[in-house]
């Protein structure tokens, strides 16, 4: 992806407080996504009766799937730690940093 | 899913991402916005705000009004969010398109292959400075990045990011075809030129063609040309057109100076592009139109319905958000520029400016309103005279 060429101005008078911003945002789309995900195969394995009781909470992943599992999570923690990397340099930093 | 025969392909998470910033932008536009008059009418209102001024004459009152706003917590935090969900939403369309970005590479050489339409680049082409300095609606690369053999990634980005924004501000009309502006142009011309019948359109600006698509659907017997600043975007957007079955000849080149001939055209259009360019450009823009045009030919320029005369000191310069907080550069230009007059020192006659509203289904087009109305574009409209 390019990288964001800006000429606004920074809004809050703590530049930390428009990343924090962005991470709150970035966790509210992820966690819908999820939720939806998490909807969608709860309704499809109950109306397929694919799932004996207890299979959910008795499951345990695969090597691969685990290591899918902890890919997908870097990625995710990479997109919640994007607008920290973003805003080196950007305009009001090193004003905030001196007070 | 695909929202049109040759979109992207979106899954299931991406759009509950999306529908998510959607959701958040409908919320903060919609129900969190208004407090931001309420907070100025609170703490910044001056008794004179409401008296008439000329949006000229009023530009060092609405500086003041920005620098108040701008030391008001809830103004910061409303603001920081809204700008957080659009970065949030370009980042998400940008992974929706980079997953998908070789399939669509390779349907564009396919199309390029059997089409009936054309598409032409120029790598020399410059990019005027208030595209290049920032950018614009902070889609990272904006419209011009052009970063792989066939690249259509801009136009893919902006084609789903627009339609994105476009529910965001409560626009619903298109859905994810975002094709809004295409069909009021063409409302407003079947309205007002019922005699105009086309054999080549000019569409200056096209970015991802989705609203050149209307005016092709309108008119299936021109010869439709579009021209846009970036290679990824005529790409794209021919790509898009001949998905619909509506081919049409794509080229880069600046709607300042383009490559065609005098009398070239019987209709040369405009949609949102001026807001994007500056007050100098924007004058060049509309000269251009004029020169393209046949004598007896019709150029329509369509814009965001931002116009300050309608508008007290407050709206004026919070209807700008955009300019200052989300790398638009041009707002202001357009919320001040006397169209009629643009016009008319172009050489146009029979001008008409004025708000018109997005065609709905079963009713007729109204006229153009002089003063706004909910989900109407602002259009300015002339003939080059016989």
Known sequence: MPALNSQTVQLCGDPNIDRLFAMVLALGAELTAVSEELDTLKRVITEQKLLAPDSLKRYRPSPDAQAERDAARSAFVATLMAPFEQAIGAPGEARAGAR | ?386
């Not at chain 2, 790598?123 to 419209?143: C, E, I, N, Q």
């Open chain 2, 1 to 386: 899913m695909q929202f049109h025969p040759e979109s992207p392909v979106l899954h299931d998470a991406d759009l509950s991402r999306l529908r998510f910033v959607t959701d958040l932008k409908r919320h903060l536009f919609a129900k969190a916005g208004p407090e931001n008059r309420r907070l100025y009418e609170a703490r910044l209102a001056h008794p004179d705000d409401k008296a008439p001024r000329s949006p000229q004459a009023a530009g060092a009152r609405r500086e003041e009004i920005r620098l108040g706003m701008e030391a008001e917590p809830y103004f910061q935090a409303w603001s920081a969010v809204l700008r957080a969900s659009q970065d949030l939403m370009w980042d998400y369309v940008g992974r929706v398109v980079d997953g998908d970005l070789d399939r669509l590479t390779d349907r564009f050489a396919a199309a390029k292959a059997r089409s009936s339409g054309s598409v032409t680049t120029d790598p020399t082409l410059a990019v005027p400075d208030y595209l290049a300095s920032r950018d614009t609606h902070r889609m990272p690369g904006s419209y011009h990045a052009d970063q792989r053999p066939d690249d259509v990634r801009a136009g893919a980005v902006y084609d789903l990011g627009g339609a994105i924004y476009q529910l965001g501000i409560g626009n619903a009309t298109g859905a994810l075809l975002n094709d809004s502006r295409g069909r009021t142009l063409v409302a407003f011309l079947h309205r007002n030129y019922p005699a105009l019948a086309p054999l080549r359109i000019l569409d200056m600006g096209c970015s991802a063609g989705h609203n050149t698509a209307p005016v092709c659907a309108a008119f299936p017997k021109a010869e439709v040309h579009a021209i846009d600043i970036g290679a990824a975007m005529v790409r794209y957007a021919f790509l898009r057109a001949e998905g619909l079955g509506l081919p049409a000849h794509f080229s880069q080149q600046n709607a300042e100076h383009t490559n065609f001939e005098d009398g070239s055209f019987d209709l040369v259009v405009s949609q949102i592009v001026l807001h994007e360019t500056t007050p100098e450009a924007m004058q060049r823009i509309i000269a251009e139109s004029f020169r393209l045009l046949r004598p007896g030919g019709v150029a329509v320029h369509l814009e965001v319905p931002i116009r300050y005369e309608h508008f007290d000191v407050f709206d004026q310069f919070f209807r700008s958000w955009e300019q200052y907080y989300n790398d638009e550069p041009n707002i202001e230009g357009v919320g001040v520029a006397d169209f009629r007059q643009l016009a008319e020192q172009a050489g146009f006659t029979g001008v008409h400016t004025g708000f018109q509203p997005i065609p709905a289904k079963d009713v007729p087009t109204p006229a153009l309103s002089a003063s706004p109305l909910p989900g109407s574009w602002y259009i300015v409209a002339g003939t080059r005279p016989a």
